[in-house]
């Protein structure tokens, strides 16, 4: 099978359509938990915290040298925590809501995949493989 054949097999078989749903969707619910964390967690936060913007916070070992003029002769020396404990809560938040998809998600096709379920409707063409199925074994 050449590369191409096998690729337009992938391609077409859905895998990346779905992918690109995914990134997709994935890129715009960024925008939405980065919202969330900043416009709704972050001041709640900053009423015990002090501080709204961790990305200011850095610990320094040596400050900056300026000049008479106020030019900077020799840049600060600093480790900048602030914005690895944004980017960390931005993480935790993202990982939460993803895991609370993926459950919904796994609830629901546990629900569709369980044949005695009477409140999910069964499509038509498992129903008669399921038929199918089981005169084979009354066979047997």
Do not use: H
């Not at 997709?24 to 967690?41: C, P």
């Not at 925590?81 to 993202?94: A, H, K, P, R, S």
């Not at 999910?120 to 008669?128: A, G, H, K, Q």
Request: glycine residues 6%.
């Amino acid at each position: 099978m050449t590369f191409f054949k096998e690729f337009k097999e992938f391609a077409i078989k859905g895998n990346v359509f779905d992918m690109a749903v995914g990134i997709i969707i994935g890129s715009a619910f960024t925008k939405v938990v980065n919202s969330i964390v900043a416009d709704l967690i972050m001041p709640v936060l900053s009423i015990f915290i002090g501080k709204i913007n961790f990305q200011d916070l850095a610990y320094v070992f040596k400050e900056a040298k300026l000049d008479g003029n106020g030019n900077i002769l020799s840049a600060a020396i600093t480790i900048n925590y602030g914005n690895l404990i944004q980017v960390t809560i931005d993480f935790l938040i993202i990982a939460f809501c993803i895991y609370l998809v993926v459950r919904m998600f796994n609830k629901l096709r546990k629900k569709s995949e369980n044949e005695q379920d009477g409140t999910v409707s069964t499509p038509r063409n498992i129903e008669l493989l399921a038929e199918i199925r089981d005169l084979l074994k009354e066979k047997k």
